[in-house]
């Protein structure tokens, strides 16, 4: 995949060519991040988890806490102690 030159419409608008929205499974209705650095703007496809994905993260979390004997209870008292910490 080579340089493509877009045009930016009147609005401000630009169309990302196919190739590339097929290689980064860029669809209609796709969210993109912007960000400019300097003087180059990146966009980067924001990838919204699923519903299984977040419930994946939840259970690999719980394990993590559960193997450094972490409970439920301890919760409260490590949010209190980050933000103690934070605003120290």
């Known amino acids: ?21 097929k290689k980064l499974s860029i669809e209609s209705g796709s969210k ?3 960000y400019v650095s300097g ?25 993590w806490a559960a193997s450094v004997g972490y409970v439920e209870s301890d919760v409260a008292d490590i949010i209190k102690d980050v933000r103690r910490k934070k605003h120290a």
């Open 1 to 21: 995949m080579g340089i493509d030159v877009l045009t930016v419409s009147s609005k401000g608008q630009v169309v990302i060519p196919a190739e590339m929205r």
């Open 32 to 34: 993109l991040a912007a």
């Open 39 to 63: 003087d180059v703007i990146m966009l980067m496809p924001i990838v919204v988890p699923t519903e299984q994905d977040f419930a994946d993260r939840l259970d690999e979390a719980k394990e």
